[in-house]
């Protein structure tokens, strides 16, 4: 399927594609005047629901972290688990793939804290 991009101007690669709009037993022509507008009315319509949906997502989020509910992403490790992970690290006993199943965690993770943590 062909995504449009915005700076696509009344829908210019969906009448490079020849697509073509039905109606119930009508058939539209982008190449038609009736049948571009319709393209333009719909695609106006999409993009404006688009808009609409991006600020009652933006709203929704300041309502919740004004109310403390939306905080960021969590800490997957404890700090308890992160001192017991470094501390591991530092004494050199295990390696990194030893450490990720120890702390079920993934290999990108035991990079970032032991990065964090020379920081």
Same mark, same amino acid.
């Given at each position: 399927?062909?995504?449009?991009?915005?700076?696509?101007?009344?829908?210019?690669?969906?009448?490079?594609?020849?697509?073509?709009?039905? /109606?119930?037993?009508?058939?539209?022509? +982008?190449?038609? +005047?009736?049948?571009?507008?319709?393209?333009?009315?719909?695609?106006?319509?999409?993009?404006? /629901? =688009?808009?609409?949906?991006? =600020?009652?997502?933006? /709203?929704?989020?300041?309502?919740?972290?004004? =109310?403390?509910?939306?905080?960021?992403?969590?800490?997957?490790?404890?700090?308890?688990?992160?001192?017991?992970?470094?501390?591991?690290?530092?004494?050199?006993?295990?390696?990194? =793939?030893?450490?990720?199943?120890?702390?079920?965690?993934?290999?990108?993770?035991?990079?970032? /804290?032991?990065?964090?943590?020379?920081?």
């Amino acid at each position: 399927m062909h995504q449009v991009n915005r700076a696509d101007t009344a829908g210019t690669s969906l009448f490079a594609l020849g697509a073509t709009t039905r /109606e119930s037993r009508s058939v539209y022509d +982008p190449n038609d +005047p009736v049948g571009r507008l319709l393209f333009n009315v719909l695609g106006m319509v999409a993009e404006f /629901e =688009a808009d609409l949906i991006r =600020a009652r997502t933006r /709203e929704g989020m300041q309502i919740a972290k004004a =109310a403390g509910k939306l905080r960021g992403r969590q800490l997957t490790l404890s700090k308890t688990k992160r001192k017991h992970l470094l501390d591991l690290a530092a004494a050199g006993k295990h390696t990194q =793939a030893e450490l990720t199943e120890l702390f079920d965690v993934s290999r990108t993770m035991i990079y970032r /804290e032991l990065r964090r943590a020379t920081k």
